[in-house]
């Protein structure tokens, strides 16, 4: 039995007189002790998705089960065993830390006591905090403990709908060590976020764009499926260079990258040349070309242009 | 040759009573740069940025954004920088045309500048046939492209740029930071503060603060090399994890 | 249990630690109180009055001096028509006409009956029964007077006419009227606030994916306003008796119960808006409209409902402070016991009943 299926599932909203398709159909499953990433940028569905799995919103059509649960009528079941931390983190600003898990712990019938172990990790680093309101806690502590808050009752399965949103690099990191190690202790975890170099921390991947699903894979089979040859390239006058890139017909890519621009072609065999021609033409100086691995975020353009 | 310099802090300094948010910094941004100002939460970007844009008084240093000075010229430092937040600063019960005109009026342009303007601005975003439409009914890309677009309507000295990538699909994204590049090849200087790192490798030169200080300050390919490492995610937690201050 | 529990514990804390709007909840029904009924004391004291003296003899001339002179009126102009006392009415100039026929006196001493005519502005109702009465009042003490050495006693007839508003309402109608919109306030729009405010920063979600039942979510969520309510009430009428002298003729405990049913009747109703209202902006201003301003218009607390249109009248039935109004001034004004309230109680029962079936019912277990 899979942890999460997902099978064809429909959802479109009402916007004004306009439809709007937040789901188009989208099909997939989970299995158990895994982290599966759904990675796409806002507006892509993530949310609509999250919730309709943690049974809070019905979708239009298709099917879904957690934990063999079917979402629509064995919705109590799941909410009894499934942990979610929505978006915004949903604390309650005015209570503090402590406050906050004991509560919790309360409404899904447990204490902090009880399910210590499985949050001592993550919640003694905010413990020195526990009489601090959560609403004046940084980023990173409130991401802590809202995490704390949807692992007290031991849930089977952890739908996390973008918990490293507006989170600083370090406590981002340090989020991901933690859910590694949930998954050792047999936790499957969904997780969404709109940061495409997160996909590689995840077992799998679903790349989400306007609801529909690019690619289920694992990141390494995701990037090997890059069919072009990617070619970096940088020089001192980084826009000249991407303008004339662009510009030149051979090109059938070019996106800037940080320090680099990355570059496809056409004819892929030609590609080093091509770069050269162009560079030849133009007045660059410190100019490095080198092939490229692709990335998460070349795949996923890729994708969305197909 | 020696470029014109378009931020000078020499010293800066801020204090909230007996917590120094803002420690001692000292940094030059030139003309046409994309300067990354980078931080963990509460490592005093936002404060310093504030300073700059004539916002809050320095406790102590001194200061000039486009050649004025941030003590006593800040009415003149807000008439010649653009700012652009990571919420976009557009109002999404109005238009389109409505935005750019509301903003293009604060900053003084006429309704001749500002006709030509909004024409200006809407092919350039191929945002032609949606000029009445609901800036809350454009996708979130067009949005930041809009916002700053609009941020720079007035042709600033600088523009200000608080996280503004986030969530936005790459392709969009890319956009982005190409619509940057351009500003920045018209002489116009981009300030961008942001906490993830994938972006600042976008800059010219980065300085990343840790307890108020400024740690590093150099391109993201020297910066690279100096800590050994591939990405600047990693420059990062190598920087502030040494920090002291307790996030909160 | 211990899940419900914490639950309310957790309500009061955000209660408790608002302290702005704790203070207001709790002074609010106070200071409109204390409002409401020194603005009214203060309007007796010295109300302008014209006098219509036709007659003008011993009798009238007496009667005109002891009202002049009284410390709740003072003469405006004397006036010489019918049509004089509308217009001096009609701009706001005065509260209160004294009419004196002709040969008052002699009416008075040949058939020891006469007559003199008050009329009053009763679009406030409160003052003009009361300046009626401490008018009357004077013209009694007259003629108490007159029949301190006198076998067959005089009378004289004094007939009250009420412009604008004759089927006068009686004095007190604020301390209801209050105690109506206070309980509307703390359990309308509080409650449909507190509901959505947990929509707005996403923590419904996550109570919604957890294994506590809707109904109790609902309850929990409602009992510690029902217990700032019970403050309310409790303040409402300390002050009204110490402070207004407004006695509670009635049970006390009558009141109390017949309180806590109305204020279920609001929670529902409050349960039910938060239903639909997505932002606490919306909840407010639905709580308003839909509740605060029927109250006013419809409860009879400002206009009397006997005088409105049949179409108005057929709508003031549905809402339930009109029925509450008429509850409290039956047991804390007129002192009247169950006997006299059973059809207004078994009214707001049921409409209680309904709303929170429909609320709860309503009550979305999903997003």
Known sequence: ?????????????????????????????????????????????????????????????????????????????????????????????????????????????????????????????????????????????????????????????????????????????????????????????????????????????GLIQKGVLLSVNTPKRVISEFKDALWAIRAKEMYPLMEAIKADPSVLSCYPFGQYHHVTFHNKAESKAQLERIIKNGNYTDVEIFPIQANIEDCFMALMKE | METEKVIRAKELT????????????????????????????????????????????????????????????????????????????????????????????????????????????????????????????????????????????????????????????????????????????????????????????YCDRVSIMVDGRIDALDSPMNLMKEFEVNSMDDVFLQLARNAQRIEG | MKQFLIFVKKEWLHIWRDKRTLFILIWMPVIQILLYGFALTNEVKNSRIVIFDQAKDEASRSISNEISASRYFSLYKTVNSYDEIEATFRQGKIRLAVVFPRGFRNDLLHTNHAQVQLIADSSDPNTASMLSNYAAAIINDYQQSLNDNQQLPYTIKIQVRMLYNPELKGAYNFVPGVMALVLMLVCTMMTAIAIVKEKEIGTMEVILV???????????????????????????????????????????????????????????????????AKTQQTAMFTAMMSLFLPTLLFSGFLFPVENMPIPLQVISNVVPSRWYFIIVKAVMIKGLGFAAIWKETLILVGMTATLLGISIYKFKIRL
Not at chain 1, 143 to 156: D, E, G, V
Not at chain 3, 219 to 246: C, E, G, H, Q
């Open chain 1, 1 to 205: 039995m899979k942890a999460i299926v997902v099978e064809d599932i429909v959802k479109k909203y009402r916007v004004g007189k306009a439809e709007v398709s937040a789901l188009e159909g989208i099909s997939f499953s989970v299995d158990h002790g895994e982290i599966f990433g759904i990675i796409g940028p806002d507006g892509a569905g993530k949310t609509s998705l999250f919730r309709i799995l943690t049974t809070v919103l019905l979708a239009d059509s298709g099917f879904a089960s957690v934990d063999g649960f079917d979402v629509v009528k064995d919705y109590k079941k799941i909410r009894n065993q499934v942990g979610y931390m929505p978006g915004r983190f949903s604390l309650y600003p005015d209570l503090t830390v402590q406050e906050n898990l004991e509560f919790f712990a309360a409404i899904f019938n447990t204490t902090i006591k009880e399910n210590y172990d499985l949050v001592k990790e993550i919640y003694s680093q905010i413990e020195p905090f526990k009489n601090r309101r959560a609403g004046q806690l940084s980023g990173g502590m409130k991401q802590k403990l809202a995490l704390s808050c949807a692992l007290i009752h031991k849930p089977s399965v952890l739908f996390l709908d973008e918990p490293t949103t507006g989170v600083d690099a370090v406590s981002r990191k340090e989020f991901w060590e933690m859910l590694h190690r949930l998954k050792v202790q047999g936790i499957t975890i969904l997780v969404s976020t709109a940061y495409m170099d997160e996909a590689t921390l995840c077992d799998r991947v």
């Open chain 2, 14 to 201: 801020k204090k909230f009573g007996a917590f120094t948010a803002v420690d001692n910094i000292s940094f030059e941004v030139a003309k046409g740069e994309i300067f990354g100002f980078l931080g963990a939460n509460g490592a005093g970007k936002t404060t310093a940025m504030r300073m700059l844009c004539g916002l809050s008084l320095p406790t102590s240093g001194t200061a000039s954004v486009a050649g004025f000075d941030v003590y006593k010229e800040s009415e003149a430092i807000k008439k010649n920088i653009g700012y652009m937040s990571q919420k976009f600063s557009l109002y999404e019960d109005l238009t389109v045309t409505e935005n750019i005109s509301f903003y293009a009026g604060i900053y003084g342009l006429n309704d001749r500048q500002i006709k030509e303007k909004t024409s200006q601005l809407l092919a350039q975003l191929h945002l032609v046939g949606e000029e009445k439409s609901l800036v809350r009914s454009l996708p979130l890309g067009w949005k930041q492209k809009l916002a700053f677009s609009i941020a720079i309507v007035h042709d600033p000295a600088i523009v200000f740029l608080d996280e503004p990538t986030g969530g936005v699909d790459p392709i969009a994204r890319r956009e982005f930071w190409s619509m940057i590049y351009a500003a920045s090849a018209r002489g116009i200087t981009i300030f961008v503060t942001t906490h993830y790192m994938d972006e600042a490798e």
């Open chain 3, 210 to 276: 957890s294994p506590l039942k809707p109904f109790r979510i609902i309850i929990a969520k409602t009992v510690p306003y029902l217990m700032v309510s019970m403050l309310n009430i409790i303040s409402i009428m300390l002050i009204s008796v110490f402070a207004l002298d407004v006695p509670i003729t009635g049970s006390v405990w009558l009141l109390m119960a017949e309180s806590i049913l109305f204020t279920i009747t609001s929670l529902s109703v409050g349960i039910l808006i938060s239903n639909t």
